[in-house]
T-cell receptor, first 113, second 114 residues
């Protein structure tokens, strides 16, 4: 079965640079979520989109923005990167009208140097 | 506010032993969903199970079983006859009805010793 696709899988950036992470949800899933997992920590919810509209917002820094496109893929844009942004970034998707399970992608490991 | 507590930070057991991972949650909502996810060393988050707040029936799937008790706000996970491939970090998570986000516990690192 098709899973959530994230690209790139690994990304190395320097401080103050920008990064764009991409997420392709499971086919027919209409809701996308972004989470950030720091080293040794649990995943923290950043933001979610349903039918291309922001549906919920968590502890996402103002330097970050995200959107969902007409084909349901989503991008997380991160600017003015800081060392503390180094983390594993997960995208998850679900079918809004379904059973509420969020299926996670493999993650993008971002390292800021 | 919602909160998930996994008091066991790390557990090590010898292969073939049974092991139970504890999860206690807090929420003011009457309708909510509980989840368990597995994060193996490769890093991905694998969905294991979802439980609705109105369904306290316990569930068994192969070597895995889950015990949901609303009276104690607990949703514990038992692995029977553990195997080395069960070694991973296990997260319990909560989602309130109408909200999008999952609130995770801090995870329990399970190591199965061959």
């Amino acid at each position: 079965a098709a899973g959530v696709i994230q690209s790139p899988r690994h990304l190395i950036k320097e401080k103050r640079e920008t990064a764009t992470l991409k997420c392709y949800p499971i086919p027919r899933h209409d809701t996308v979520y972004w989470y950030q997992q720091g080293p040794g920590q649990d995943p923290q919810f950043l933001i979610s989109f349903y039918e291309k509209m922001q549906s919920d917002k968590g502890s996402i820094p103002d330097r970050f923005s995200a959107q969902q496109f007409s084909d349901y893929h989503s991008e997380l844009n991160m600017s003015s990167l800081e060392l503390g942004d180094s983390a594993l970034y997960f995208c998850a998707s679900s079918l809004r009208a379904g059973s509420y399970e969020q299926y996670f992608g493999p993650g993008t490991r971002l390292t800021v140097t | 506010a919602q909160k998930v507590t996994q008091a066991q930070t790390e557990i090590s057991v010898v292969e073939k032993e049974d092991v139970t991972l504890d999860c206690v949650y807090e929420t003011r909502d009457t309708t909510y969903y509980l989840f368990w996810y597995k994060q193996p060393p490769s890093g991905e988050l694998v969905f294991l199970i979802r439980r609705n707040s109105f369904d306290e029936q316990n569930e068994i799937s192969g070597r895995y079983s889950w015990n949901f008790q609303k009276s104690t706000s607990s949703f514990n996970f038992t692995i029977t006859a553990s195997q080395v491939v069960d070694s991973a970090v296990y997260f319990c998570a909560l989602r309130n009805f109408g909200n999008e986000k999952l609130t995770f516990g801090t995870g329990t690192r399970l190591t199965i010793i061959p």
